[in-house]
C-alpha cells in the first residue's frame, strides 16, 4: 500500500476506515474485530496528527499537488448540467426552459444563511474544520455502522459529496465513467478522498459550499438548491426561512424516501426536526427557533417546472410555435456544437439564458387576431408571422391552433392541437398560395432591370401570352391570364395603379418583358423558399417559363413572405430570420449568435421605388401621387401612420393573404386549410385577414415614433401621368383568371 500517500488529518488512514465501513458484518466477533482495529487505526491516525506542523505540511502539501495534478476537468471547472431558460424580448417575461436535469447554479450571495447553516448541520457539522475528509466523521460512522450491523452512516464529507456528485453527473464523461464514480469499490473511494483533500487545498470553504449546494439532488427531478426551491416552495433559495431551509436540507441524504411530495411527507418532518436539532448542536440556532420552525405546519407550493416547447409558460401554448422555431434554428448553430446532437445538449444541458425576439404584446395581437378569424376548432387557419425589418428578428408567430401533442377529437389531423409548423414551415408543411403578393417581385426585377414605376401598359381584360395552353383559361393555343374585375381593372395602368388594383395581364406583361426567371430568382434572393417538390422543380429548372409565377402559385409561408417585404422596408437589406436578441452562457459569456446576420440584395432606390407603389394597396398616396384605387384601403385607418402592402387571393379565392409593412415592422398572414388544399376559404374573409393584419402592425408600432418612407429618385419614377379619379374601394376580386386544371397543368409542368 505504499502508493498511497498521506493526506490532510491522515488521509491514509481516513482510506482504510472508508474501506473498513463499507465492509459487511457477519459475525459479533468479526464487529468485535472491527471496532478493535478502529481503534488501531484512530490512534495511529492522531499519532499521525501529532507530527511536528511543518514537516505534516510537507506530506499534505505534496499530496495535494499530486492530487491537483489528477484531478478531472469537470472538479477544475465544473461542468455540470444545467437548465435553460428562454425569455421574450423584455428579458424577463419566461417562455419555457430546456434540461435533462432541472438545475441552475446560484451565487452563494443568493442563498439563504439558514440554508446554508442547515445543510452543514445535516451533513457535515465539521466542515469548516477539516481538510476534505473527517477522519473523526469516518470513524464516527465506522463504528455506528458496526454497532447497527448496517450502513446507516456513510461518513463522507461534503467536499467528498461534491467530488461524487461531479463525477457521476459530468457531461463529458462516458455513462460507464460517471456510473464507475457511485460504485463501492475501495479505489473508488480512496480516489474520493484525494480528490477531496487536493480540492480543500484550492478552494475556499465558502466555494465548495456552494458548489455543493448547486449540485445536490433534493429529489422530486430538482438538482441544485434553486431548482428545489423553485420546486417545493415556489420561491427563490434567498427566500427559504427556517423551516423550509431545514426540510431541504434533510433531502439529500434520501431524496426518495424523505421527499414530501413523492415520498413520505411523515419522514420529511422527521427528517426535518433531526436537522434542526443539529443546527442547535452547530450553534446556528437557539433551541426555542428550532422548536418554533418544528412546530410549523408543511406548507408546499409544489412547482412543476416547464421543459421544452409543449411546457411553455401556461396560457400561452401559441408561444410553442415560436419556440419550436427557436430550436431549429439552435440545432443550426455551430457556435453550440459540431452536430445536431451536441447542439441538442447544449440546450438541455447547457444553463444558457437566451433573450428571444418574441414581443409579447404583438404575440399576444396576433393570436388574438388569428382566433378572431378562425376558432380553435376549425378546420382552416390564419397563421400570422411578424418580423422587423433591418434585423430580420421574429417578433410573433401566432395561429389558431394549440401547440400540443395532445391527441385531437374525432380524428382531426391538425386542429385544434398540432406541432407542425403552420407558420414557418418545414416537415410536411410546404406552405400555402399567396397570390398576387407576388406581384412585388415582378415590380422590384423590373424596377432593377431599369423600368421605371410610370411604364405603362393598357391591360386588357385577357392577356395572350406566349406559354402554350390548352382548355379553358387558354386563347388560340396559348395562356390568357385574365383580370377578376375588369371593369375596375383593365385600362391603361403604371406600376403604382397595376399595383394598387392588382392588375393580372399588366403583371403578366411586365413579367414577359422582363422574363419569368429574373422574377423567380428575385423571389429566392428576398428569401421565398421552395418547400414544395414541383415549385423547386420549375424554379430550378424551367423558370423561365413560369408564366404563372407572379400572379402567386407556388407556395410559400407567413414568415418567408412577411420577410420578404420586410427586406423592401429596409431598402434593400435582406436579413436572415432571427429569434433571439441574446444568448450567454452559464459562465456568463455572451454567444455571439445573436447579431443580426445581414446583406444588402436591392439597390436603396428599387427598393424604395417598390414601397412607392405599395402605398396604393392600403389607401395611402404614393410620394408623386399616382395612386388612385387599392385593394386593402382600410389599413390605412387601422394603422393610422406610413404603411404599405398587398393583398393576394389564390385561384377560387383557396387562400386569401396579405402582407404590410412599416419601416419598424412587417407583418403577414394566410387563410387556408393546411390539411386540405383544395378547400376554398373564400372571398368573404379577406376582409377579415386585411383586418387581422393591420391590428397586428399597429400594435407593434405602440410607443414608437412615427417613421416616413423616403420617396424614390424622379428617375426610378419615370414621367407619371396625371391620376384618374380615386376609386379607393376595390371589389372582391379573383386573383388571376386561372381554371383550376389549367393550374394543376402549370404546376405539373414543375
Not at 721 to 732: C, E, T
Amino acid at each position: 500500500m505504499s502508493c498511497l500517500t498521506i493526506g490532510s488529518r491522515g488521509g491514509r488512514i481516513a482510506a482504510f476506515v472508508a474501506i473498513l465501513g463499507s465492509m459487511p458484518t457477519r459475525s459479533p466477533l468479526s464487529r468485535l474485530f472491527t471496532v478493535l482495529l478502529a481503534g488501531l487505526l484512530a490512534g495511529l491516525a492522531l499519532a499521525v496528527a501529532a507530527l511536528p506542523g511543518n514537516l505534516l505540511a510537507g506530506f499534505t502539501a505534496k499530496a495535494a499537488i499530486g492530487a491537483y495534478a489528477e484531478l478531472p476537468g469537470a472538479l477544475r471547472t465544473p461542468a455540470t448540467p444545467q437548465r435553460s431558460y428562454l425569455y421574450a424580448n423584455d428579458g424577463k417575461t419566461l417562455i419555457t426552459t430546456f434540461y435533462d436535469v432541472n438545475r441552475t447554479d446560484v451565487p452563494l450571495a443568493e442563498i439563504a444563511p439558514v440554508m446554508r447553516q442547515a445543510i452543514v448541520a445535516a451533513e457535515d457539522r465539521r466542515f469548516y474544520s477539516h481538510g476534505g475528509a473527517d477522519l473523526r466523521g469516518i470513524v464516527r460512522a465506522l463504528v455506528a455502522n458496526v454497532k447497527g450491523g448496517g450502513t446507516a452512516q456513510g461518513g463522507s464529507t461534503l467536499t467528498m459529496q461534491y467530488v461524487r456528485n461531479v463525477l457521476k453527473t459530468d457531461p463529458t464523461r462516458t455513462a460507464e465513467e460517471r456510473q464507475a464514480a457511485t460504485q463501492q469499490t475501495v479505489g473508488r473511494k480512496i480516489q474520493e478522498i484525494r480528490y477531496a483533500n487536493a480540492l480543500e487545498k484550492i478552494l475556499s470553504k465558502d466555494e465548495i459550499l456552494n458548489r455543493y449546494l448547486n449540485i445536490a439532488y433534493f429529489g422530486s427531478g430538482a438538482y441544485g438548491i434553486a431548482a428545489a426551491s423553485q420546486r417545493y416552495f415556489g420561491k427563490q433559495p434567498a427566500d427559504l426561512t427556517l423551516g423550509e431551509a431545514a426540510l431541504l436540507a434533510g433531502l439529500v441524504q434520501s431524496p426518495d424516501e424523505y421527499g414530501p411530495v413523492d415520498g413520505d411527507k411523515n419522514k420529511a418532518l422527521a427528517r426535518r426536526g433531526y436537522v434542526l436539532d443539529s443546527m442547535v448542536g452547530t450553534g446556528a440556532i437557539t433551541a426555542a427557533q428550532a422548536q418554533a420552525a418544528q412546530a410549523e405546519k408543511l406548507d408546499l407550493h409544489p412547482t412543476p417546472q416547464p421543459n421544452g416547447c409543449t411546457a411553455v409558460t401556461q396560457g400561452h401554448d401559441d408561444w410553442g410555435y415560436f419556440c419550436d422555431y427557436l430550436r431549429q434554428w439552435w440545432l443550426a448553430q455551430p457556435a453550440f456544437g459540431a452536430t445536431v446532437d451536441q447542439r441538442e445538449q447544449a440546450l438541455r444541458r447547457g444553463g444558457y439564458s437566451v433573450v428571444t425576439s418574441l414581443d409579447p404584446q404583438v404575440q399576444a395581437t396576433a393570436q388574438q387576431q388569428a382566433t378572431a378569424v378562425y376558432g380553435y376548432d376549425n378546420k382552416r387557419a390564419l397563421p400570422i408571422a411578424a418580423i422587423e425589418p433591418g434585423t430580420g428578428r421574429v417578433q410573433a408567430m401566432a395561429v389558431n391552433r394549440h401547440y400540443s401533442l395532445d391527441k385531437n377529437p374525432n380524428g382531426q389531423a391538425n386542429y385544434p392541437n398540432t406541432v407542425n409548423p403552420l407558420i414557418s414551415g418545414g416537415d410536411s408543411v410546404a406552405g400555402y398560395q399567396a397570390g398576387s403578393t407576388f406581384k412585388l417581385f415582378t415590380m422590384l426585377a423590373a424596377l432593377e432591370s431599369g423600368k421605371t414605376l410610370s411604364t405603362g401598359f393598357d391591360a386588357p381584360s385577357k392577356l395572350p401570352t406566349r406559354y402554350a395552353a390548352q382548355g379553358d383559361g387558354s386563347c388560340n393555343g396559348t395562356w390568357c391570364p385574365a383580370n377578376a374585375n375588369p371593369q375596375w381593372m383593365d385600362g391603361y395602368r403604371m406600376m403604382w395603379d397595376g399595383y394598387g388594383r392588382s392588375v393580372n395581364t399588366y403583371f403578366v406583361w411586365l413579367a414577359e418583358q422582363v422574363g419569368e426567371e429574373k422574377v423567380v430568382e428575385m423571389a429566392q434572393r428576398l428569401g421565398i423558399k421552395f418547400r414544395a417538390a414541383s415549385d423547386a422543380a420549375f424554379a430550378k429548372d424551367d423558370a423561365a417559363n413560369w408564366g404563372a409565377f407572379t400572379l402567386g402559385v407556388a407556395a410559400t409561408t407567413p414568415l418567408d413572405l412577411a420577410n420578404a417585404y420586410a427586406t423592401v422596408a429596409a431598402e434593400g437589406t435582406y436579413c436572415t430570420p432571427l429569434p433571439v436578441v441574446s444568448v450567454t452562457a452559464a459562465n456568463g459569456d455572451k454567444v455571439p449568435v445573436g447579431e443580426p446576420s445581414c446583406k444588402k440584395v436591392l439597390d436603396t432606390d428599387v427598393a424604395r421605388a417598390a414601397t412607392d407603389a405599395a402605398r396604393c394597396p392600403v389607401g395611402q398616396q404614393s410620394a408623386y401621387g399616382q395612386c388612385n384605387g387599392g385593394t386593402a384601403t382600410a389599413v390605412d385607418r387601422i394603422v393610422g401612420r406610413p404603411v404599405a402592402g398587398k393583398t393576394g387571393s389564390s385561384e377560387k379565392n383557396a387562400t386569401e393573404t396579405f402582407v404590410g409593412f412599416t419601416p419598424q415592422v412587417a407583418v403577414a398572414g394566410i387563410a387556408a386549410n393546411p390539411d386540405d388544399p383544395g378547400d376554398s376559404v373564400g372571398s368573404a374573409v379577406q376582409a377579415k385577414v386585411i383586418d387581422a393584419v393591420a391590428r397586428v402592425i399597429a400594435t407593434a408600432g405602440d410607443g414608437q415614433p412615427t417613421k416616413d418612407f423616403t420617396a424614390p429618385s424622379k428617375e426610378l419614377a419615370g414621367e407619371p401621368r396625371r391620376p384618374a379619379d380615386p376609386q379607393p374601394v376595390a371589389p372582391q376580386q379573383r386573383n388571376h383568371g386561372l381554371p383550376s386544371d389549367l393550374l394543376r397543368w402549370l404546376n405539373r409542368r414543375g
